[in-house]
């Protein structure tokens, strides 16, 4: 089965940026998505890479590397309010879609 | 407003008695699946379905059943529920290459 790797515990400073990394097998790939899920609440969408690349939107960027099998979330300008988990989920081919553990980021004052 | 939704948000039962979960969405997907999340163990798919009368095994798929007779709709059942099922489940859809929406979770404990 697939074996999708991210830190289980980060902790960052208010106003620091922090980096989530995530890592795959690339048999079958065929796109990455990031969600974020607040203790309790459903996971809510936060980026999707098929391409190469980082993809930027307001303070939240994920990259992607295909042939590494890599990606990961870059969150700038953190706010109090990013304390949360992060879930990497690749996608792969015939739609099924994997999630991993998830990293839960703490955000101190 | 699109969305997905799913009854009860809370439920306490006991061991061996049948219940159902009900998942609505309005956004006319055609996938919908079923996760369960528990401490450590993250998001694991119970169920998921391509489209109307087309339903697969996920990871965790013993001690449920699932049907999908309308397309927006996906109910999950427990026949004979027992305490190894007490976690907090969420429904899902999205189109074939897009995001997926998650409802808001069912908490279920079974004593």
């Known amino acids: 089965g697939q074996n999708i790797d991210q830190p289980t515990e980060m902790t960052a400073t208010e106003g620091a940026i922090v980096q989530i990394n995530c890592t795959y097998q690339?048999?079958?790939?065929?796109?990455l998505f990031w969600y974020q899920q607040h203790a309790g609440e459903a996971p809510t969408f936060l980026s999707y890479?098929?391409?190469?690349g980082l993809e930027e939107k307001g303070r939240f960027s994920s990259f992607l590397s295909r042939s590494k099998g890599y990606s990961y979330l870059l969150l700038k300008e953190l706010q109090m309010k990013d304390s949360a988990s992060y879930l990497c989920?690749?996608?792969?081919?015939?739609?099924?879609?994997?999630f991993g553990q998830g990293t839960e980021l703490s955000v101190k004052p | 407003e699109a969305q997905v939704t799913q009854n009860p948000r809370y439920l306490i039962t006991v061991t061996g008695k049948k219940l159902t979960v009900t998942c609505s969405q309005n956004?006319?997907?055609?996938?919908m699946s079923w996760y369960r999340q528990d401490p450590g163990l993250g998001l694991r798919q119970i169920y998921y379905?391509?489209?109307?009368?087309?339903?697969d095994k996920g990871d965790v798929p013993e001690g449920y059943k699932v049907s999908r007779k309308e397309k927006r709709n996906f109910p999950l059942i427990l026949e004979s529920p027992s305490p190894n099922q007490t976690s907090l489940y969420f429904c899902?859809?999205?189109?074939?290459?897009?995001?997926?929406?998650f409802g808001p979770g069912t908490r279920l404990t079974v004593t």
């Open positions: 899902a859809s999205r189109r074939e290459r897009g995001e997926q929406y």
């Open positions: 690339t048999s079958g790939f065929n796109g």
């Open positions: 890479n098929v391409l190469d």
């Open positions: 989920a690749p996608r792969f081919l015939g739609g099924k879609l994997i």
């Open positions: 956004m006319n997907h055609e996938y």
């Open positions: 379905s391509m489209n109307v009368e087309v339903t």
